[in-house]
């Protein structure tokens, strides 16, 4: 009960709540861009391989099926660029966020171990690290961490590419740099280094080079040298196939690694759905819904970037993902100040400072067309905020 109450932070989303209520207040009623919940329909046959798999009486594999793990390695070399996945190195998830909160401990790691995350982050990075009683640290250059004085105690770095809620994409060359950095500092301590990639947003890519030739993955050749020991991708069909309902995830990488994953989840009963796992088999074998799932998320990013604009606000970074990272073009109000002036035309973002960015807030792609044509129209005659 004490790691509970004293050690992690207040639940962030709690503090939303008044200026959710302001939305509400508005005469059309709320848009809410806050929290990036898919809206649109889960594909029918996505749905029609979940029933069709409803006959499940026995347990199903923490493994995942053969088909699933199978679906997960031909996905990745189809449309991610990695050609030789390993089956033995995937294992499905309830969803990603458990693997985020939990790998730490899952890895073993404690006192005196460092966690590294982006500094504009998704906070369940920080509660994970803290949930195993290891120290997470901050930082947008996870080279000169692993390279520097504390290099040495640095056993888990993640990545977070694209980035929530920045939409930043990590090249190549910046993969690289981590992974050779992680494998450095892994020889000189002797002590196994992680470096996982959470890159749930890789198949919405808008701008270039991103868009045409794909969003790299840490298992990609060039970043790995044709090694993916200590190495680790997440991924998740909430976004891409509406299955965030259907909590689909999984993990890949180094079979090592995986294994002892694997081991754990089994003690544990962490065990992903069977019907669930034969959605996910289909979902990854079909790029036509993801497709067109793609181009309802651009149209409305499309229609809220100029509006935003007109709104007097900046979008940086947003290359890639689900959100736009904004901030006023003038001043420098704090995130909260910009969130209330929303809420007061009816539209609910969410405040950088839950981030780590306080000048900054996340607005969200996730609402239907109708609610995004309703922000717009509160948006555009309405001049700056």
Same mark, same amino acid.
């Given at each position: 009960?004490?790691?509970?109450?004293?050690?992690?932070?207040?639940?962030?989303?709690?503090?939303?709540?008044?200026?959710?209520?302001?939305?509400?207040?508005?005469?059309?009623?709320?848009?809410?861009?806050?929290?990036?919940?898919?809206?649109?329909?889960?594909?029918?046959?996505?749905?029609?391989?979940?029933?069709?798999?409803?006959?499940?009486?026995?347990?199903?594999?923490?493994?995942?099926?053969?088909?699933?793990?199978?679906?997960?390695?031909?996905?990745?070399?189809?449309?991610?660029?990695?050609?030789?996945?390993?089956?033995?190195?995937?294992?499905?998830?309830?969803?990603?966020?458990?693997? *985020? $909160?939990? @790998?730490? &401990? =899952?890895?073993? /790691?404690?006192?005196?171990?460092?966690? #590294?995350?982006?500094? +504009? %982050?998704?906070?369940?990075?920080?509660?994970?690290?803290?949930?195993?009683?290891?120290?997470?640290?901050?930082?947008?250059?996870?080279?000169?961490?692993?390279?520097?004085?504390?290099?040495?105690?640095?056993?888990?770095?993640?990545?977070?590419?694209?980035?929530?809620?920045?939409?930043?994409?990590?090249?190549?060359?910046?993969?690289?740099?981590?992974?050779?950095?992680?494998?450095?500092?892994?020889?000189?301590?002797?002590?196994?280094?992680?470096?996982?990639?959470?890159?749930?947003?890789?198949?919405?890519?808008?701008?270039?080079?991103?868009?045409?030739?794909?969003?790299?993955?840490?298992?990609?050749?060039?970043?790995?040298?044709?090694? *993916? $020991?200590? @190495?680790? &991708? =997440?991924?998740? /069909?909430?976004?891409?196939?509406?299955? #965030?309902?259907?909590? +689909? %995830?999984?993990?890949?990488?180094?079979?090592?690694?995986?294994?002892?994953?694997?081991?754990?989840?089994?003690?544990?009963?962490?065990?992903?759905?069977?019907?669930?796992?034969?959605?996910?088999?289909?979902?990854?074998?079909?790029?036509?819904?993801?497709?067109?799932?793609?181009?309802?998320?651009?149209?409305?990013?499309?229609?809220?970037?100029?509006?935003?604009?007109?709104?007097?606000?900046?979008?940086?970074?947003?290359?890639?993902?689900?959100?736009?990272?904004?901030?006023?073009?003038?001043?420098?109000?704090?995130?909260?100040?910009?969130?209330?002036?929303?809420?007061?035309?009816?539209?609910?973002?969410?405040?950088?400072?839950?981030?780590? $960015?306080?000048?900054?807030?996340?607005?969200? /792609?996730?609402?239907?067309?109708?609610?995004?044509?309703?922000?717009?129209?509160?948006?555009?005659?309405?001049?700056?905020?």
């Amino acid at each position: 009960m004490g790691l509970l109450t004293g050690a992690l932070p207040d639940f962030p989303w709690d503090t939303l709540t008044p200026y959710g209520d302001r939305a509400r207040s508005h005469p059309g009623g709320i848009v809410d861009l806050s929290v990036g919940t898919p809206v649109d329909p889960t594909p029918e046959l996505l749905r029609r391989a979940l029933a069709d798999a409803a006959d499940a009486p026995g347990y199903p594999q923490t493994w995942g099926t053969p088909a699933l793990r199978t679906a997960v390695a031909g996905w990745f070399a189809r449309r991610r660029g990695v050609p030789d996945l390993d089956p033995a190195g995937v294992l499905p998830t309830v969803g990603s966020k458990e693997m *985020v $909160a939990f @790998l730490p &401990a =899952l890895l073993g /790691l404690g006192a005196g171990d460092l966690v #590294a995350h982006p500094a +504009a %982050a998704y906070p369940t990075y920080d509660v994970g690290a803290r949930l195993a009683g290891a120290e997470p640290v901050a930082t947008d250059d996870p080279v000169a961490l692993l390279s520097g004085p504390d290099g040495d105690r640095v056993r888990l770095v993640w990545l977070n590419s694209p980035g929530n809620p920045d939409g930043r994409v990590l090249g190549v060359d910046e993969l690289r740099a981590v992974v050779e950095a992680a494998r450095a500092a892994q020889a000189r301590s002797g002590r196994p280094v992680v470096v996982a990639s959470d890159e749930c947003y890789a198949e919405l890519a808008w701008d270039e080079p991103w868009a045409s030739a794909g969003v790299p993955s840490v298992l990609d050749p060039r970043v790995t040298g044709g090694d *993916v $020991a200590g @190495l680790l &991708a =997440l991924y998740s /069909l909430s976004k891409q196939s509406n299955l #965030a309902g259907y909590r +689909a %995830a999984f993990v890949a990488g180094d079979p090592a690694v995986v294994a002892g994953l694997l081991a754990t989840r089994k003690h544990a009963g962490m065990i992903v759905p069977a019907p669930v796992q034969a959605a996910m088999t289909v979902a990854l074998g079909d790029d036509a819904h993801v497709a067109e799932q793609r181009e309802r998320y651009r149209a409305r990013r499309a229609a809220l970037l100029g509006a935003l604009a007109g709104a007097g606000l900046v979008v940086d970074r947003s290359a890639a993902g689900l959100y736009l990272w904004a901030r006023p073009a003038e001043g420098d109000d704090d995130c909260w100040a910009t969130v209330g002036r929303l809420a007061d035309r009816g539209i609910l973002v969410a405040p950088g400072a839950f981030y780590g $960015a306080p000048r900054h807030v996340r607005v969200a /792609l996730t609402a239907t067309d109708e609610r995004i044509a309703a922000a717009v129209g509160r948006l555009t005659p309405a001049g700056a905020l």
